[in-house]
């Protein structure tokens, strides 16, 4: 038997057991999903795995509890989501338990493979490209539809009312059934969400222990650290008071992508809380860094980028963890932030 064959042998025995009882859950804005994950699976980085790798990647989100994976048409030029949709076939998934999540309106260089023909770079939220998108998508995943569908950065030549009229035809057709955005400002939402009927539902950020600054500037409101200028807007609680959900993405990053804080000598503070905590509770580094996020009152849901079966699996390790207000103010201020 080959090796293709022999993992979808174990797959297919193992097919009812990845349930993940023990994953938290929670509703995405408003919306009808009400048992996403907590922890989400970005699979940006599966473009570069084999196919035997990708159903691995798969298994060992399902076996995690994770049950919402995230993409974009340009990851991997396109064929991130090409090798994701070929692996959950392969994998035997049933769509039903599972949530799918795209994104739309960033135009390559040199355009996308089997896509509208477009070339830039630029971002394009032009009526023709968005409905081209999620086409793309839908049938680089092989699937009918989709549960969430995201503008990918904000396009500040945006015509709100052709945005609207792309919802509406996305929703009526059944190829979208909710919609988002990815990094937006609360104006840039209220000018989009003024013009559609389409609720939007999430908000996609960066953010977590080496990208705190929507915590930071908050604490620091009306002082002259560097810190207290607002890059934000204040986006935390804006979504809280709008019931968004924000989905943190490159968690474990520090800057915008300088590097991983877990494991770097550059935050020594950081990795002996990080590893005190996870001594505590009996989970990895990690696990401990996920639950900083998971623990805020916004409901925030942690996009996890690893392909890496095990990581993967510690990243979703966090059920166990409900860390005090004491313990989340001792990693924030070890990650080299302050209190006033």
């Known amino acids: 038997m080959s090796a293709t064959n022999l993992v979808r042998a174990y797959t297919k025995l193992c097919h009812n057991t990845w349930k993940g009882e023990n994953m938290k ?9 009400k048992d996403a994950s907590a922890v989400a699976l970005g699979v940006m980085r599966i473009s570069e795995k084999s196919a035997d790798e990708a159903i691995q990647v798969v298994n060992a989100a399902l076996e995690a ?13 396109g064929k ?53 998108s999620v086409d793309i998508e839908l ?19 945006m015509e709100v009312d052709e945005i609207a009229e792309a919802f509406s035809e ?7 059934r909710n919609f988002g955005v990815s990094n937006f400002t ?11 009927d389409q609720r939007l539902e999430v908000n996609q950020l960066q953010f977590g222990l080496g990208h705190a600054d929507m915590i930071s500037e908050t604490l620091l409101l009306n002082m002259g650290e560097e810190r207290s200028i607002e890059r934000t807007f204040d986006s935390l609680t804006f979504a809280q008071l709008n019931k968004i959900t924000i989905q943190a993405w490159s968690p474990f990053q520090y800057g915008m992508f300088e ?4 494991d770097s000598p550059k935050f020594g503070k950081l990795n002996d809380t990080l590893q005190a905590l996870a001594d505590k509770y009996g989970v990895t580094k990690n696990g401990i860094a996920v639950a900083w996020i998971n623990r805020h009152p916004a409901g925030i849901q942690t996009i996890i980028g690893s392909m890496n079966p095990t990581r993967i699996k510690e990243m979703s390790d966090i059920d166990s963890v409900n860390l005090t207000k004491q313990e989340w103010y001792d990693l924030y201020l070890a990650a080299g932030n302050i209190l006033p």
Do not use: W
């Not at 996305?170 to 979208?176: D, F, P, Q, R, T």
């Open 25 to 33: 859950t929670q509703q995405l804005g408003t919306s009808e999903v």
């Open 65 to 77: 509890g994770i049950n919402f994976f995230d993409t974009a048409d340009i990851y991997g030029a």
């Open 80 to 132: 991130s989501s090409t090798v994701f949709g070929q692996a959950l076939k392969d994998a035997q998934v049933n769509r039903e338990d599972i949530y799918l999540q795209s994104k739309g309106g960033i135009i390559l260089p040199d355009g996308q493979i089997n896509g509208d023909g477009l070339k830039g770079p630029r971002f394009d939220f032009s009526k023709d490209h968005l409905i081209a």
């Open 139 to 157: 049938e680089r995943l092989q699937t009918e539809y989709l549960d969430f569908f995201l503008l990918h950065r904000p396009d500040v030549l």
């Open 170 to 176: 996305l929703k009526a057709s059944g190829k979208v």
């Open 186 to 196: 609360p104006l840039q939402i209220q000018l989009l969400q003024q013009a559609t």
């Open 259 to 262: 590097g991983v804080f877990v």
